[in-house]
């Protein structure tokens, strides 16, 4: 049975009347009340959330996860594949022409030249050593080169600092799921137990905003906004500041979608990323760049410069499931070195997960096994190797 305990308060509705139609209808009403008389939030303040709960989620069977990472990887993995066998049909062996056909599949694919010349490189020394017969093998020695590659990017978000709030920055262009992965990331903090606030810096669209005041209501998050047009650097500087000295645990940044060729634009992020330091020192701790897989080789392009702007310490690669382009995941490992933390298959929150490599190679390579381990949640401990 559910019990809802309402203090007497001047003013307030008859509270006896109410408790005849029952202790949960006597909770609604009183809930509903208190909201009515709630005021308004005013610019440049945060809005009032309900504090977040803690309610356990598992993460999905490992079993159940991996399946729909294959899947979502099923396009790549056809385009490599079904066009790896085609070269080997007829008992051919490995010579010049089948290597320069294959570096056509691994570029199609977005694994990016310098990637491909480097795997070819690799696989001619192979094949002189008559290590690399059919297509089989050479389906085994991409999927040992694509780990090896991969070796140390899958590292997770960090932890919360001892004292004050893990402030993360994210940043994007407009489409790749920005302000999307920002909800699934509160949604997940939130889940944990953390009190978490939102930003919303992007202040040059209103519906950015809108949107950003939606994903709080639904993680239960606290967020602070000003009007369209405010100066994003003064949003969050004022965040920072709220949530430094209301203990909140994390506070997540949005910025407004940049287009990675203007320098002006990218002058603005660089004076968001001083102002935050400015309101807390060693802040962000985090600058999360959203990518969208499904746009190939122009995402390298935009990880390399808003790198150079803004120093980015990990990629989330949003649009994973469905996409042909699978393979720029090795070329961002392999041309920048940036870690690959987050990877989204999905619309749903709990399709936001921790990126591992083992994982992704398994699914894009290997024959179909589920892992051996699940993936942990998202800013989650790994499980100890047994």
């Known amino acids: 049975m559910t019990v809802f305990a309402v203090d007497i308060i001047p003013g307030i509705p008859d509270l006896p009347a109410l408790a005849a139609l029952g202790a949960a209808a006597a909770g609604a009403a009183y809930a509903w009340w208190r909201g009515r008389r709630a005021p308004p939030a005013r610019a440049g303040e945060e809005s009032p959330r309900p504090a977040p709960v803690a309610v356990p989620t598992p993460a999905p069977p490992a079993a159940d996860w991996f399946d729909r990472l294959r899947s979502g990887l099923s396009r790549t993995r056809d385009q490599l594949f079904e066009r790896v066998d085609d070269l080997f049909r007829g008992g051919r062996r490995i010579d010049e022409d089948l290597l320069q056909r294959l570096e056509e599949v691994l570029v199609t694919a977005d694994v990016g030249i310098r990637t491909a010349e480097r795997l070819l490189s690799a696989i001619r020394d192979r094949a002189s050593r008559e290590e690399l017969s059919d297509a089989a093998a050479l389906r085994r020695y991409l999927g040992e080169e694509a780990s090896a590659l991969l070796a140390g990017r899958d590292q997770p978000l960090v932890s919360p600092p001892p004292a004050g709030p893990l402030v993360i920055m994210v940043v994007g262009v407009n489409g790749t799921g920005k302000t999307t992965t920002i909800g699934k990331l509160a949604s997940r903090y939130s889940r944990e137990g953390k009190k978490v606030m939102l930003a919303a810096g992007d202040t040059f669209r209103a519906a950015a905003i809108e949107q950003l005041e939606i994903w709080a209501e639904r993680a239960g998050a606290e967020i602070v906004r000003q009007q369209e047009g405010s100066d994003p650097s003064a949003v969050i500087f004022d ?24 320098a002006p634009l990218m002058d603005e992020l660089r004076k968001v990323k001083r102002v935050t330091d400015r309101a807390l020192p060693g802040a962000p701790h985090e600058v999360l760049l959203v990518l969208d897989a499904s746009t190939g080789q122009n995402a390298v392009t935009q990880a390399r410069l808003f790198d150079e702007a803004v120093g980015v310490t990990g990629i989330v690669l949003t649009k994973l499931d469905g996409t042909a382009k699978g393979g720029v995941v090795l070329q961002i490992a392999d041309q920048l070195g940036l870690p690959i933390k987050l990877i989204g298959i999905g619309e749903k929150v709990e399709d936001l997960r921790d990126f591992r490599s083992a994982d992704f190679v398994r699914a894009l390579f290997g024959d179909g096994e589920e892992p051996a381990r699940p993936s942990p949640p998202m800013g989650g401990q790994r499980p100890a190797a047994s």
């Open 239 to 262: 965040a920072v500041k709220a949530a430094s000295a209301r203990g909140f645990d994390v506070l997540i940044a949005d910025t407004a979608g940049r287009l990675h060729t203007k």
